[in-house]
Nanobody, 118 residues
Framework: ARLEESGGGSVQPGGSLSLSCAAS????????MSWYRQGPGTERELVAS????????HYTDSAKGRFTISRDNADNTVYLQMNNLKPEDTAVYFC????????????WGQGTQVTVSS
């Protein structure tokens, strides 16, 4: 399996970013897909998950109301739209397939860095 995250960058508080994750090498449309993040000096944590055909999404409290996860099974891509970004959102963001929410399947990709700072 291969997971390639992109779309990170540096933004000011209140700004927005849209992350993408291109997946290959596995049956993408049969898995829950999730976004995780790892901030400086912290463990990797779940941010949001989406069901195999996109009919259900789960968000952690930190993401609710600000982030939206979506997927395109035709392109094997999962997205994370992040609005009203806060400094505490600064982290490397990763995607992965999940056996169940919060239980990742594959080795991690490189991730994409998100920095929120004034």
């Amino acid at each position: 399996a291969r997971l390639e995250e992109s779309g990170g960058g540096s933004v000011q508080p209140g700004g927005s970013l849209s992350l993408s994750c291109a997946a290959s090498g596995f049956s993408f449309s049969t898995y829950d897909m999730s976004w995780y993040r790892q901030g400086p000096g912290t463990e990797r944590e779940l941010v949001a998950s989406i069901s195999p055909i996109g009919e259900a999404a789960h968000y952690t409290d930190s993401a609710k109301g600000r982030f939206t996860i979506s997927r395109d099974n035709a392109d094997n891509t999962v997205y994370l739209q992040m609005n009203n970004l806060k400094p505490e959102d600064t982290a490397v963001y990763f995607c992965n397939a999940d056996w169940r929410i919060g239980d990742p399947v594959w080795d991690w990709g490189q991730g994409t860095q998100v920095t929120v700072s004034s």
